[in-house]
């Protein structure tokens, strides 16, 4: 194997037998892929971010030699088969809960046909009435779209889905919680008060079941391997989820990258009591 089982590090003198099983179209090498990334067998499932970086004699990723084995991949690549998260640390953790960046690699949304479908009378407008329909199609809070008036024409909507999810495949978050009554108590509030999603990052709708997100976490899929071993002691990846819209980045990301003054910290401090305070009102 091209990495250590120990230690994900790079194995320097090895013979590509990963990349060669994967472009393989024998039967025969998909029980090989199987056993080598089964947590009870080869055991290589919690390295599966850099495997799939590995590359071939011609200098080919192994993610891009797989395609004839792209489904047995992704059963450890993607969470849920359709999430692919982050490599590296969490966006954030505590004693209760973790937060995992991730794309939505289910579906690629196609901006254009979606407007297109929603503009009945062919004004290249949509009317608010017309914008709940095509705010839930995109996996977007319609409030994000009613922000630019009573109508929005295409220049604008698209102006928005791009900003919001880049180059349509949406980025989410994933936030595993450990205690299943805190896990009750956000659902709860989250789907009985009206939160402005210009202050509360929404929860996503057609999210997997409860029993599937289960099943992911304790065998470690989806890249949830490498992400365990990167976590202090004393904490753990729980197995309730609350899957949410992503924002684009935090405050401890603000202060260290772009070290805001005073008067540019002012003003996120005002944004934070107006969250606060907006959240409280309701």
Known sequence: MPISIKDGFPVKHHSHSWTTCLASHKESAIGAIRHILDPRRGGYHIHINKLVAVRNESGVSAIKVA????????KYLLFCGRYEIQPGAPEHWSATS???????????????AIFD????????TLTKEELSDVAKRVGLSEKLFRCEGESIDYAEFIGICVRELGDGYPRVVVKLMQ????????????KNYEFDP???????????????IYKEVKELKGGLGAIKQLLPDGINLGTHAIIMEA???NLNQIYLQERPNINTLRGILQQVFEAVAHMHKQ
Do not use: C, F
């Open 198 to 212: 210009k202050y509360v990052m929404g929860e996503l709708e057609g999210v997997p079941s409860g029993e599937v």
């Open 67 to 74: 395609a004839p084995k792209q489904e047995e991949i992704n």
């Open 179 to 190: 205690d299943e009554e805190q896990w009750k108590r956000e659902k709860h509030t989250r």
């Open 117 to 124: 479908e929603a503009d009945k009378d062919n004004s290249n």
């Open 247 to 249: 924002a684009d980045r």
């Open 98 to 112: 973790i937060v995992l960046r991730a794309i939505d690699r289910s579906n690629k949304i196609d901006y254009r």
